[in-house]
Nanobody
Framework: QVQLVESGGGLVQAGGSLRLSCAAS????????MGWFRQAPGKEREFVAA????????HYADSVKGRFTISRDNGQNTMWLQMASLKPEDTAVYSC??????????????WGQGTQVTVSS
């Protein structure tokens, strides 16, 4: 089992930046892929970004490419999502996930509880 806890969400003005963190505990010795998803009210969960164990494979949704940066430090069992040039449409609950393969669908095995990001116009 892997437990994931997100932090770093909050309220920010459009054009601002936030950095989300995802701390992993439990079976962190396994080579998990990790990802970020988001869900806005009334909408389906949406893929944001994903990263391989080594960090050598990274994938972004087109909507965040060039604005968001995903990274991880396996020694710290932590993954981050640096978000810049935020837009009101980025407002959502952001959740991190872990699983045995990189996927843009929400099929990961483990999920955090989510952290709210609100971008005001």
């Amino acid at each position: 089992q892997v437990q994931l806890v997100e932090s770093g969400g909050g309220l920010v003005q459009a054009g601002g930046s936030l950095r989300l963190s995802c701390a992993a505990s439990g079976r962190t010795g396994s080579s998990y892929f990790m990802g970020w998803f988001r869900q806005a009210p009334g909408k389906e969960r949406e893929f944001v970004a994903a990263i391989s164990w080594s960090g050598g494979i990274i994938h972004y949704a087109d909507s965040v490419k060039g604005r968001f940066t995903i990274s991880r430090d396996n020694g710290q069992n932590t993954m981050w999502l640096q978000m810049a040039s935020l837009k009101p449409e980025d407002t959502a609950v952001y959740s991190c996930a872990a699983g045995p393969a990189l996927a843009t669908e929400p099929i990961y095995d483990y999920w955090g509880q989510g952290t709210q990001v609100t971008v005001s116009s």
